[in-house]
């Protein structure tokens, strides 16, 4: 069952960075952000993302405790990174909405955490998901979190032009006085 589990996290992990990287290379045939919000974009925005979570959360749980880390890393920073990265996601995700964040088109934010970082649900979900490598020290989680951060890095590379697009001079600003991540 682990091995099924780790075969299907990265391959959900490829694929993802894979449009990912099809959409840096070709912003005019992009995928994500994607060209139009319809009706069955969020069963493809959400549903890999709910399923590689859900299958990092499974790997942690038959992982448990396999690599040897101290517990005062495990349960110290783990904890608090999923923690703070929870609080961080679902405070502007409820700003912005769930189409917003699935790519429908918004306003531009420059408030709350965004006036810190231009991604910080990317660098939340980092935190959540390393927290859980973390917490689990779990070599399979490992394995899978690893390429799942590897798509939250790529993610704010294949919005850019996006957002250049839609908003102009207002996110040249924007970028200009405000980091990528930290």
Do not use: C
């Not at 959900?12 to 319809?38: D, H, K, N």
């Not at 690599?67 to 912005?96: C, D, K, Q, S, Y």
């Amino acid at each position: 069952m682990e091995s099924t589990l780790i075969f299907v996290g990265l391959g959900i992990a490829a694929a993802t960075l894979g449009s990912i990287l099809w959409s840096i290379v070709y912003p005019e045939r992009r995928i994500w952000p994607p060209q139009r919000y319809t009706a069955i974009t969020p069963i493809l925005v959400w549903v890999p993302t709910f399923s590689l979570f859900g299958v990092l959360i499974l790997l942690g749980v038959l992982g448990w405790g396999i690599l040897v880390l101290p517990n005062w890393l495990r349960f110290g920073v783990g904890i608090p990174l999923i923690l703070f990265g929870n609080f961080v996601v679902w405070t502007e995700v409820a700003h912005f909405g769930l189409a917003q964040t699935g790519g429908a088109k918004g306003t531009l934010r420059t408030t709350g955490m965004y006036r810190y970082s231009r991604n910080p649900q990317y660098m939340a979900d980092m935190a959540i998901v390393g927290g859980w490598m973390i917490l689990t020290s779990s070599p399979s989680a490992l394995t899978v979190g690893t390429a799942a951060i590897l798509v939250l890095i790529a993610a704010p590379f294949a919005e850019e032009s996006w957002l250049k697009e839609l908003y102009g001079s207002e996110f040249e600003e924007y970028r200009a006085s405000t980091r990528r991540f930290l």
